[in-house]
């Protein structure tokens, strides 16, 4: 059965604290690893697409890198703004399958 | 560009009563996903549509359901509303990149059922 585990479920960094968030994940068949960020009662906003083993992405102060198994979000000298809760997905590469397998997410909490 | 939007906001209904939520994709994009988030859970798929129909669909009852317009607009229907139905509906629309369907969501509709 496809899964997809983040960890850990929350954290807490200082501003200026540099961290790395995880996603682990068991499919049949890895077709694209997302990366989106969500605030509050609002919708997730895309952050990264990773398609292959050694693929890294980077956006301001975010990387985002993917292993056979696992996909880390980085994120260096957090400030106060990027207090979110961090979502990854996987599309299985399935056909007829378009939809997305989410994480339960990691509540980034950064501290002035 | 305008992003997805979704309608209304918020929705408050009694249980036993029918909820329609809508959503408009980005323009461009013929796909359309449904997606529910429960307060402490993650984001569950319920109905993907494209091109007008349904593809695929989550591990829901069939008192969900929707469907697409002829302008790629999306409509879901919950009927008999229950009150763990209580949750955050976010609609994303999509365009192959690549291999891929990158998603965009919408701000989502806020359901409760009393």
């Known amino acids: 059965e496809d899964q997809v585990t983040q960890s850990p479920e929350a954290l807490r960094l200082q501003e200026g604290e540099s961290s790395s968030l995880n996603c682990s994940y068991t499919?049949?068949?890895?077709?694209?690893l997302f990366w989106y960020r969500q605030d509050p009662g609002k919708g997730p906003e895309f952050l990264f697409t990773?398609?292959?083993a050694g693929e890294e992405k980077e956006k301001e102060r975010l990387k985002a890198t993917l292993t056979k198994k696992e996909s880390f979000l980085h994120i260096t000298a957090p400030k106060p703004e990027d207090s979110a809760t961090y979502l990854c997905?996987?599309?299985?590469?399935?056909?007829?399958?378009?939809?997305?397998?989410f994480g339960t997410g990691t509540r980034l909490t950064v501290i002035p | 560009e305008a992003g997805v939007t979704q309608s209304p906001t918020h929705l408050i209904k009694t249980r036993g009563q029918q909820a329609t939520l809508r959503c408009s994709p980005i323009?461009?994009?013929?796909?359309v996903y449904w997606y529910q988030q429960a307060l402490g859970l993650g984001l569950q798929f319920l109905l993907w549509?494209?091109?007008?129909?349904?593809?695929n669909r989550g591990n829901f009852p069939p008192r969900f359901s929707g469907r697409q317009f002829p302008n790629y607009s999306s409509e879901l229907n919950v009927n008999a509303l229950e009150l763990e139905d209580s949750a955050l509906y976010l609609c994303?629309?999509?365009?192959?990149?690549?291999?891929?369907?990158?998603?965009?969501f919408g701000p989502g509709t806020r359901l409760t059922v009393t």
């Open positions: 323009s461009g994009h013929t796909s």
């Open positions: 549509y494209d091109e007008g129909e349904e593809r």
């Open positions: 990773l398609y292959s």
């Open positions: 994303a629309s999509s365009i192959p990149t690549g291999l891929v369907y990158e998603q965009y």
């Open positions: 499919v049949s068949g890895l077709r694209g």
């Open positions: 997905a996987v599309q299985v590469d399935q056909t007829g399958a378009n939809n997305l397998f």
